[in-house]
């Protein structure tokens, strides 16, 4: 492939359109307020655009597969800078929403491929380096959302959290024909047979289904925060809406540290086994989960932003590790499978967080149902590290 340091940059822009939505969550009271819709109801938001988004990423990651991951991942960048400008002239809840499921399928069609084609564009010394690169990319868009959600808020109002990210897309698209020239390797209609059985004898693996089972109850447990802090904050009366992004963006900011320090760290040794790091991850998490339940009714920026911190520092390290595990699971012209797996496996524990964190906070307010995130997700961990870990350690990964 010509220049892959060139496509490795493209593809993570492309990518970040999807994980820049942090922007939205900034957004949920003034979009509540906007649309006269109870907080409770904005969880549809959230939905609609994770449930397109994880169908779109198991259809076009195979499609990826078959047809091209490069075709794909552009057509879902096109569809996102369609998507993006809509949202922002949506009049009405509904509408709002039914565009939101648009711009899922959009982004879930780029998010499914890119995992591919970063793979495809490293040597396989260098795969792990920019597999944790990329995955600092996704934590450096999920840090930079809040970040730019709370000035564009003041700035534009809630329009500005979607049409933003329009030009992130139209640049991948104008400088693809030079930086995207990679030969997808697709497998085409003769190889679905193969392909289909080795897929389906990797799914049935138990340490694989453990793994991928971890990664949806660790986003769903840590969606918690993105779904209620920004709630918490706003009743906060000295904290405006650009110091609350700020505060919330540290969340990701420790996951896109953690995430950088790995990959340089795994481009010099490979000491640290990708196992490690999934099971170490889970307890930061919890860790970093129960101590914002614990401060967050303080109403101190400064604990908060240590719990936020360190909850970041936990996704980062799980998501590291799993990422990698997975694409080794699976064989290279099933890649875009396994970036689909990747993707829906977020999107389910973000759909399953939702709708969990969301009743319990309805119901019990904003400090239990972040509580009750930390205790599932430590039941988990602990099943996990005892009866799944065995398995787990002597599947496929780094030696």
Not at 58 to 73: A, T
Not at 166 to 177: D, G, H, I, Y
Not at 362 to 374: K, N
Request: proline residues 5%; aromatic residues 10%.
């Amino acid at each position: 492939m010509k220049r892959p340091a060139f496509a490795l940059v493209l593809v993570c822009l492309g990518a970040m359109v999807a994980p820049l939505d942090t922007a939205v969550n900034v957004a949920f009271p003034a979009i509540a307020a906007a649309f006269g819709v109870a907080p409770r109801d904005i969880v549809w938001v959230v939905i609609a655009f994770v449930f397109t988004q994880s169908l779109s990423s198991l259809l076009f990651g195979r499609l990826g597969d078959l047809y091209g991951h490069r075709r794909m991942f552009l057509i879902g960048m096109a569809g996102s800078v369609f998507a993006h400008g809509a949202l922002a002239m949506a009049g009405d809840f509904l509408s709002l929403v039914g565009l939101r499921a648009l711009q899922g399928a959009a982004v879930g069609m780029a998010m499914a491929c890119a995992p591919a084609l970063v793979s495809m564009a490293s040597s396989p010394a260098e795969r792990p380096k920019a597999l944790a690169l990329y995955a600092s990319a996704i934590s450096g868009a999920l840090a930079l959302g809040p970040l730019a959600g709370g000035w564009l808020i003041d700035a534009f109002g809630w329009p500005g959290v979607f049409l933003y990210r329009a030009p992130f897309a139209l640049l991948v698209l104008f400088l693809a024909p030079w930086g995207l020239a990679i030969n997808d390797h697709a497998t085409g209609h003769a190889a679905r047979p193969a392909a289909a059985a080795v897929a389906w004898s990797a799914l049935r693996a138990s340490q694989f289904l453990g793994l991928q089972g971890a990664s949806v109850v660790v986003q769903g447990a840590l969606f918690s925060i993105m779904l209620w802090v920004p709630f918490a904050l706003a009743g906060w009366p000295t904290l405006p809406v650009a110091g609350a992004g700020a505060l919330i963006a540290l969340f990701p900011a420790g996951a896109l540290m953690t995430s950088l320090w790995l990959a340089r760290y795994r481009g010099a040794s490979s000491g640290l086994r990708s196992a490690a790091l999934v099971k170490t991850g889970q307890w930061l998490s919890v860790a970093g989960l129960t101590l914002i339940a614990l401060v967050l009714s303080a109403q101190s920026a400064a604990m908060l932003a240590v719990a936020l911190w360190l909850a970041g520092v936990g996704m980062g390290v799980f998501q590291v590790g799993y990422q990698e595990r997975t694409l080794e699971a699976v064989p290279a012209d099933n890649r875009g499978l396994a970036g689909s797996l990747i993707n829906v496996t977020r999107l389910l524990g973000i759909v399953l967080g939702a709708m969990l964190s969301g009743a319990a906070g309805a119901s019990l307010g904003v400090v239990m149902a972040i509580a009750l995130s930390a205790v599932a997700l430590a039941f988990w961990t602990c099943l996990f590290l005892f009866v799944l870990q065995p398995a787990l350690s002597e599947g496929p990964g780094r030696s």
